[in-house]
């Protein structure tokens, strides 16, 4: 049985002020995998907020090299240094902002593994591209080039997010979500954790995880307050 994660990706937000509501959600943690992914700064301070706890922190991204002239980088033995076990790697606003590669993501993602972190790696389709019918060919592309071989259930999660479902509360159907789901099982075979992230609220969260191969979400807006992600994690334990 794939692993059930509810994780929580702050992007760039949150300062300290923010750390209490770390250590809110990491008390309602346990029944299934918690993670957040803080903003790099506070990666050191939320690992302390979870400590004695089930929760787990990780990074939002990592340079494929471990160290050097790489001005405003961040290596992944650099987040595990701070306490992240975990990173997410080839998010679509790192692939859209800073010009990421399935190469460069395949990269990040042995980068996470040397560091002993379980890479949460992110494909997903642009709307055009679903409106041209090329969802499934899109997502299969993503993963030839972007997940290294010699991936397994321990050292990576997959996580779906249609692009144009991320951050613009409109999530995909769970039709959408399923037909996706279905077909990447049949890639990375029965014990890898899927994903589904794009606009997931407590509200929608039951009717996604009921679904067969959805093992969980990656969940950005809603994953800043607990009162909002606390309820996301238990609508899946
Ligand atoms: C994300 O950024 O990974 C995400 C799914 O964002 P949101 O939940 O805000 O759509």
Redesign the pocket.
Same mark, same amino acid.
């Given at each position: 049985m794939p692993q059930k994660i509810a994780a929580g990706?702050w #992007?760039m937000n949150g300062t300290l002020e923010a750390v209490p509501e770390a250590g809110a959600i990491a008390a309602a943690s346990g029944a299934v995998e918690t993670i957040l992914c803080p903003p790099a700064t506070l990666i050191g301070p939320l690992t302390l907020a979870a400590q004695g706890t089930d929760l787990r922190i990780g990074g939002q991204s990592c340079h494929p090299a471990a160290s050097g002239a790489h001005t405003g980088d961040i290596s992944a033995a650099m987040l595990a240094d701070a306490g992240a076990t975990y990173c997410?790697t080839g998010? @679509? *606003?790192r692939r859209a902002d800073h010009g990421e590669s399935d190469d460069d993501v395949r990269a990040q993602t042995e980068a996470a593994w040397a560091a002993g972190l379980r890479a949460i790696l992110?494909i997903g389709e642009t709307l055009e591209q679903r409106e041209a019918g090329e969802t499934l060919d899109v997502l299969t592309a993503q993963l030839e080039g972007s997940l290294p071989g010699g991936a397994t259930e321990e050292n990576t999660i997959i996580?779906y *997010?249609p692009v144009w479902?991320?951050?613009?509360?409109k999530v995909a159907s769970p039709d959408q979500v399923a037909e996706v789901h279905d077909a990447l099982r049949d890639h990375v075979g029965p014990e890898m954790s899927l994903l589904y992230? %794009? @606009? &997931? #609220?407590a509200g929608n969260a039951a009717e996604l995880f009921a679904l067969t191969n959805v093992d969980g979400?990656? &969940? %950005? %807006?809603? @994953?800043l307050k607990a009162a909002d992600f606390v309820p996301i994690v238990e609508a899946l334990a």
């Open positions: 990706n #992007k997410i998010h @679509s *606003e992110c996580a *997010e479902a991320i951050g613009t509360g992230g %794009g @606009s &997931v #609220k979400a990656l &969940v %950005g %807006g809603a @994953s």
